[in-house]
Each structure stands twice: as C-alpha cells, then as structure tokens.
C-alpha cells in the first residue's frame, strides 16, 4: 500500500545534517497531521530520522532502503 505525502524532499546526495535541516525546513511548511517524504543516499539517515523524530516529536511513520536510497515518511506534529 503507498501511502499519499503531502511533501517530498529529494536529498539525495546530500550528508549529515543536510537531509535533516530540509526534512525540518519542509515540515515547518506543513500543516499538523501532513506526511513528509524524504528520500536520502545518507546511510546514516536511519538512524538520523529516528533521532530526529524523537527529538521534535514528529511522527516517524515509515523507513525503508529501497535499493541505496532510504525513503523516511514524517508525519508532522
């Protein structure tokens, strides 16, 4: 089942702390309750958008590798 984002942020490419500071740029831009999608090549970006999540209190609703790339799904807070 795919699950329907209201936002998706392209941070391939990109390492630690770039993946996080736009995932948290993108979801200052979405109302309560939207879904976020970002999509790294950042291995580290698991366990950063665990981390991340529980630091602000977003909801870390899907991590998943998908090949090299790892797709996280944030539901704002």
Known sequence: MDIQVDKEVD??????????????????????????KVVSTDTGSMRDFQAFAKQTGNELVEQKAVGDEFVHILKRR
């Open 11 to 36: 941070a391939r490419g990109l390492n630690c702390p770039l993946p996080i500071l736009r995932a948290k740029k993108a979801l200052a831009e979405l109302a309560s309750g939207q879904l976020l």
